[in-house]
């Protein structure tokens, strides 16, 4: 679907005249076009300034929500302070200058061990690479072809089932596999920021299976957007991060117009 099809370019228009406006946007193939090392990824130029420009409109807080550590999240996205930012589904955050994390020294102790579980796994796989991220692990297997991608997963999954770890919560994406030693999701991130910031209405895109949660607790009022193609909870779909970086420009101009309108 075009970022100019008249129905999202009427419910943008709808939802840039809120008072309170939270964007919650996902990093990875969302802003940033996928590539092969994470850290190399960086936020389109077009995004970036769409970005800046929302965070300057009054009554419009910035999130970036992502699966990604906090200080990972930090490094790739090169944004403001004043952009609140969402690491590893939720359990990390970063708000108006301060950080909070949900992890414990138990936590921390099981995810010691899931590290050396999975790494014992992913060494019997070529081309199958593991990142550490302070909830949890990710095995990386967008190098390999599906089977043995398929093969490396399996893997994984019967080490963790095999070991004496209980309650890892696992979440599939695009060429990934994550563990994680809490339960924590976007979804859990979009309920805390809309509390926080007291948005009366939402906007969220993302692009992954793990962007559902976030797209599911979105309420009546809110407006959802999947850069990729359906199924998903959101109402619209666009099909490239490019096409995600122009309509949050449009909805920098249009939200522009009516917050500095006179009364």
């Known amino acids: 679907m075009s970022v100019t099809a008249p129905s999202l370019s009427e419910a943008l228009d709808r939802i840039a005249q809120v008072p309170t406006l939270l964007v919650a946007l996902d990093f990875d193939g969302t802003l940033a076009p996928e590539v092969d090392d994470p850290e190399q990824a960086r936020m389109l130029p077009a995004a970036q300034e769409a970005i800046r420009r929302l965070a300057l409109l009054p009554g419009t807080p910035v999130a970036l929500v992502s699966g990604r550590g906090l200080p990972s999240l930090e490094r790739v996205a090169g944004v403001s302070d004043s952009v609140t930012l969402v690491g590893s589904h939720g359990v990390e955050m970063r708000y108006q200058g301060r950080e909070r994390s949900l992890l414990g020294t138990h936590d921390l102790e099981r995810r010691r061990l899931l590290g050396e579980v999975l790494a014992a796994s992913v060494d019997q796989h070529d081309g199958v690479w ?25 893997s994984a999954r019967a080490a963790v089932a095999a ?11 695009k060429n990934v596999l994550e563990f994680a030693v809490r339960p924590a999701t976007k979804g859990d991130g979009i309920v805390e920021l809309r509390t926080l910031t007291g948005a009366d209405a939402v906007l969220f895109a993302g692009d992954d299976v793990t962007d559902e949660d976030a797209l599911a607790a979105l309420e009546d009022g809110d407006l959802g957007l999947k850069c990729g193609a359906p199924p998903t909870h959101a109402q619209f779909c666009v099909p490239a991060p ?17 917050v500095h309108r006179p009364e």
């Not at 209980?166 to 994406?173: F, H, Q």
């Not at 490019?242 to 009516?258: F, P, T």
């Open 163 to 173: 070991s004496s770890l209980s309650d890892i919560t696992e979440r599939a994406g």
């Open 242 to 258: 490019g096409d995600v970086a122009e309509l949050l420009l449009q909805l920098a101009e249009q939200r522009s117009v009516y």
């Open 130 to 154: 593991l990142e550490a991220k302070p909830v949890g692990f990710a095995v990386h297997t967008r190098l390999v072809t599906h089977d043995a991608a398929a093969e490396a997963q399996r």
